[in-house]
């Protein structure tokens, strides 16, 4: 029976042989553990949104020919990539976290046009592998973890350059059943609360990096995954009593490193084996769709802006000039992130897989965005706040029979407002901008989806500055300069996407 609501999935992981560590100890079991639930509640809503507003969450699929569950659908048009957007802010909106579905999505999504063409050039058959596998994972409506993030090591040197080779995933056996991979994966997000993995290289490979080039799927728990979950800021909150000082009780982020040793990758779920020249192609397919997918954060934004609002209502300064002018400057800086990562899906185009794909310049530039605004737009949350956001007493202490009532005493806001709810607001904007949840509103910001400089590495590639000084020099008049300028200045395909330049208007 395939998985249909958030409770169905919620069962689906329980019984599962998985080695996973935490705080130094084996984890017995997962679903009920108090840190790790909030990661699978925010998981659980990508199903229920599925079935409450089926139009967003799903899409129908011609593997299938029935509506399945859109983070498993491969995007046909630029419609399919808007309608990503948009699910991804509304369950941001919804959890006020990183639900965790959007990596698997987007590895789904790159490898479906990435395979297409190896086969083209080599004569393989990983395009219909991975097709089978797609079907498969939408018939049963399961979640897929995207693990591309290798630990990397020395940063200057790579994969058969290290002192250690598994700092970087690889083959290590091959037999007539399938491959064994070693190594790790780093920052997994929602690795536990998969049911799949799918491995993938995680930057451009050379010719001596044959046996690192393998992208494959195998269940999270197979034999010889070892998972160490990484702990977050304020973490342990989730396992006191009461529920406010969480921040945010019910959903959380999830990551995890995950430890290969010797796992098997059974042929037909090997999708990449020694291509080696295919994974800058397959990273930047990936990056391109993962570095729009970063609208999520604008639906995170919208909490904050809205936790904003909230306390200065509560603290009796909601009509204050520099208050209403923080919150339209949170309002701008959330909604630039929003207008580049949707305006890159509209202006999506089809790849020869039949696969639609994002704008690249557009998704550099959303994700450059996220990793600065977010932390703009907390700083001015903060900023409203007030200091109680970080020197709030506990809720044990708002609950004591002496301490609780001066406490209710002293915090009082605004006549008539509630002191606990004023406190549930200030822990939220502390959770989001320094608890658990700012992993996912800014540090993920930061670097999930590459750091900072590799997407200028990408703006600067597309930015075309020798067809723009033509331009100027045009204007301007100037003459007798030709062949001054490299590279030539002739308009990028970015630019006759785009701008229509130079294909009549396109
Ligand atoms: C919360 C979170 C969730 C994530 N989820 C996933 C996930 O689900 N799947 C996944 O695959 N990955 C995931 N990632 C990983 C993410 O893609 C990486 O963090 C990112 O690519 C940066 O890699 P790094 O963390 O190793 O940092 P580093 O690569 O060490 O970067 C640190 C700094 O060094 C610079 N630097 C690095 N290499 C060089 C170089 N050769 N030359 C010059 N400067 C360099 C960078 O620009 C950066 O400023 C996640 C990360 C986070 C923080």
């Avoid at 991804?88 to 990435?114: E, I, P, Y």
């Avoid at 999520?296 to 909490?303: H, P």
């Avoid at 308009?491 to 701008?499: A, G, H, M, Q």
Wanted: proline letters at 4%.
């Amino acid at each position: 029976m395939p998985i249909r609501t958030g409770q169905e999935y919620i069962d689906s992981l329980r019984g599962r042989k998985l080695k996973v560590y935490l705080f130094g100890e084996l984890v017995r079991d997962c679903v009920d553990h108090p840190i790790i639930r909030p990661s699978i509640n925010a998981v659980a809503e990508t199903y229920d949104l599925a079935e409450s507003e089926a139009g967003l969450a799903t899409a129908r699929s011609p593997l299938t020919g029935a509506p399945v569950n859109r983070f498993l659908h491969i995007a046909e048009s630029a419609q399919d990539l808007v309608l990503q957007n948009k699910m991804q802010r509304r369950l941001g909106q919804k959890t006020g976290t990183c639900f965790q579905r959007c990596v698997g999505m987007d590895a789904l999504n790159s490898l479906h046009s990435t395979t297409f063409e190896i086969d083209e050039k080599h004569g393989t058959n990983y395009h219909g592998r991975l097709l089978d596998f797609i079907r498969a994972v939408q018939e049963e409506n399961q979640v897929i973890g995207g693990a591309m993030t290798d630990p990397k090591g020395d940063r200057s040197k790579g994969p058969s350059e290290q002192a250690d080779p598994d700092l970087f995933t690889h083959v290590v056996e091959r037999d007539e059943k399938g491959v064994y991979v070693s190594g790790a994966k780093a920052h997994q997000t929602g690795c536990l609360n998969s049911h799949w993995i799918v491995i993938m290289p995680t930057m451009r490979l050379t010719e001596n990096d044959r046996d690192w080039a393998v992208v494959g799927a195998f269940p999270a728990d197979a034999e010889g995954l070892t998972y160490v979950y990484g702990r977050q800021s304020c973490d342990t909150r989730s396992m006191e009593e009461g529920d406010i000082d969480a921040g945010n009780a019910k959903y959380g982020g999830q990551e995890a490193l995950i430890i290969l040793d010797r796992v098997f990758i059974p042929w037909e779920r090997v999708f990449m084996l020694g291509e080696y020249e295919f994974a800058s192609m397959l990273v930047e397919r990936f990056t391109c769709y993962h570095r729009r997918s970063y609208v999520c954060k604008t639906g995170l934004g919208d909490v904050l802006i809205g936790a904003a609002g909230a306390i200065a209502d509560y603290n009796g300064v909601p009509g204050a000039s520099h208050i209403r002018d923080k919150l339209v400057e949170m309002t701008h800086l959330n909604e630039t992130i929003y207008a580049a990562g949707v305006a890159s899906s509209h202006q999506a185009h089809g790849l020869k897989s039949g696969a639609f794909i994002n704008d690249d310049m557009l998704a550099q530039v959303c994700k450059h965005n996220v990793t600065r605004f977010p932390y703009e737009i907390g700083r001015l949350a903060q900023d409203i706040a007030g200091g109680l956001v970080v020197t709030l007493p506990s809720e044990r202490d708002f609950r004591h029979p002496e301490a609780g009532p001066l406490l209710r005493k002293y915090l009082a806001g605004r006549k008539g407002v509630d002191v606990e709810n004023r406190m549930r607001i200030l822990r939220l904007i502390e959770n989001m901008t320094m608890g658990r949840n700012a992993v996912g509103y800014l540090t993920e910001s930061m670097h999930g989806a590459g750091s900072p400089q590799a997407q200028r590495i990408q703006i600067q590639r597309q930015m075309q500055l020798g067809y723009k000084k033509n331009l100027a020099k045009n204007l301007a008049g100037v003459r007798g300069d030709e062949g001054q300028d490299s590279p030539p200045a002739e308009p990028s395909e970015y630019f006759k996407r785009v701008f229509g330049v130079g294909d009549g208007g396109r």
